[in-house]
Antibody, heavy 119, light 108 residues
Framework: EVQLVESGGGLVQPGGSLRLSCATS????????MTWVRQAPGKGLEWVSY????????YYADSVKGRFTISRDNAKNSLFLQMNSLRAEDTGVYFC????????????WGQGTLVTVSS | DIQMTQSPSSLSASVGDRVTITCRAS??????LNWYQHKPGKAPKLLIY???DLQSGVPSRFSGGGSGTDFTLTISSLQPDDFAVYYC??????????FGQGTKVDIK
């Protein structure tokens, strides 16, 4: 069964950093485009970042551009999100998700990891 | 950026009801429109991709339609497991691949 498991969330002070990980299994990771989506408390889903299967193309939402960096390790079937200069508005649950191609939607998601930015 | 607007924001319905949710894009997105179901504490679930294609394993009571700027998600006969929040999302050309604000379906 396809699995995506996020980790690395926690409580961090404004201006701090966190690195989220998404461990995957039971599919050929390098064949899939990967993305991060977040949900602030009581709010809807917000697309955050994307990386191509080979890791050579990345995109970011304007709200995180210049602060967040997406990466992947295809040898370890893992996806990462380095989050720097964190703000209170970055608080929320962060989900990783896969897509064979983004145009067909994100077909498997993890359960999410909670990031809380607060002093 | 393309904006996605869903309506209604919430609705109350009974088991067995036919439910329709609409999603409007701020510009034409052809058929690059996906629908997700999300329950609290769970992973979101892809229901429909490319406006009307049913994702594998999703019950046939779910259907999608539309093209251009106007799209619909219909549940033909609401079941107890269907009470959730539903999101549309466009996947047209370049990001940001924005979501609609969500439609909460709860029990009447």
């Amino acid at each position: 069964e396809v699995q995506l498991v996020e980790s690395g969330g926690g409580l961090v002070q404004p201006g701090g950093s966190l690195r989220l990980s998404c461990a995957t299994s039971e599919f050929t990771f390098s064949n899939y485009e990967m993305t991060w989506v977040r949900q602030a408390p009581g709010k809807g889903l917000e697309w955050v970042s994307y990386i191509s299967g080979g890791g050579d193309s990345m995109y970011y939402a304007d709200s995180v551009k210049g602060r967040f960096t997406i990466s992947r390790d295809n040898a370890k079937n893992s996806l990462f999100l380095q989050m720097n200069s964190l703000r209170a508005e970055d608080t929320g649950v962060y989900f990783c998700a896969r897509a064979y191609t983004v145009t067909w939607g994100f077909d498997y998601w993890g359960q999410g990891t909670l990031v809380t930015v607060s002093s | 950026d393309i904006q996605m607007t869903q309506s209604p924001s919430s609705l109350s319905a009974s088991v067995g009801d036919r439910v329709t949710i609409t999603c409007r894009a701020s510009q034409s997105i052809s058929r690059y429109l996906n629908w997700y179901q999300h329950k609290p504490g769970k992973a979101p679930k892809l229901l429909i991709y490319a406006a009307s294609d049913l994702q594998s394993g999703v019950p046939s009571r779910f259907s999608g339609g539309g093209s251009g700027t106007d799209f619909t998600l219909t549940i033909s006969s609401l079941q107890p497991d269907d009470f959730a929040v539903y999101y549309c999302q466009h996947s047209y050309r370049t990001p940001p691949w924005t979501f609609g604000q969500g439609t909460k379906v709860d029990i009447k």
